[in-house]
């Protein structure tokens, strides 16, 4: 058995079962006529929010929003279980397409991708997200449950839960998940994002060096236009690929 779907101890089994009673009369509170928008990763809180969804008897569309550096067991997993997602490609094409040109993103305040590529479009929508104050103080500062007037813009369903609560659910239902998390991932997102820590874009380097290849070489095309434009920034890196490996050093 997967250590995720152990029995926890200690577990208030209690308190769990009124998160998710919590969690879908308040799907049920806020649902209109054209129903809901569920932001779907793939992860394994966005599998709990959309089952959450299933069992409120609550109209939604899920939306994969495809950013083309997910980690390929991850898209193997949403193709063969989540075949009713939507996927939504980027209008001016994925991260690695945008990076030849935009050039790469940093660290906080010094980065575009997850604005283009992860935030939804503007919808007439309420938009559910699997976000939770657990996973970074930062998000338990900025976010709350419902977010904005009724009805609401945002709906955090699972905002309150901890990581033994998706997993408890998970295991009670059923759900399958990424086989990723079996290996000791405890998220997934995109591959070798700047904002995790270096373990763990070296962790992703060598699990996928397909992943790699691709990234090098849409450096290459970044280091060439930027060569071509005569910036004087670029002369500190010979190649694309050195300014590849710069990079996944975080810039040091």
Known sequence: MSRHLQEFFPFRQEIHEGKVAHAIDLLREYETEEGYIVAFSGGKDSCVIKSLCDEAGVKYEAIYRVTGI???PLIKFIREHHADVRWERPEKGT???QLRVKGFPLGFGRRWCCSVLKHPKQVDKTTILGVRAEESERRAREWQEVV???PPEKLLPIFTWSDDDVWHYIRDHGLPY???????WGRLGCL???LAPQKNRKREAERFPSVVKAYIKAFEAL???RTEQGKDTVKRWKNGEEMFWWWMGDGK
């Not at 990424?178 to 000791?184: A, I, Q, R, S, V």
């Open 148 to 150: 904005g007037e009724a």
């Open 178 to 184: 990424c086989c990723l998390y079996d290996e000791g």
């Open 192 to 194: 070798l994002c700047p």
């Open 95 to 97: 991260f690695l397409t």
């Open 223 to 225: 280091h060439r236009l």
């Open 70 to 72: 997910d980690p390929p």
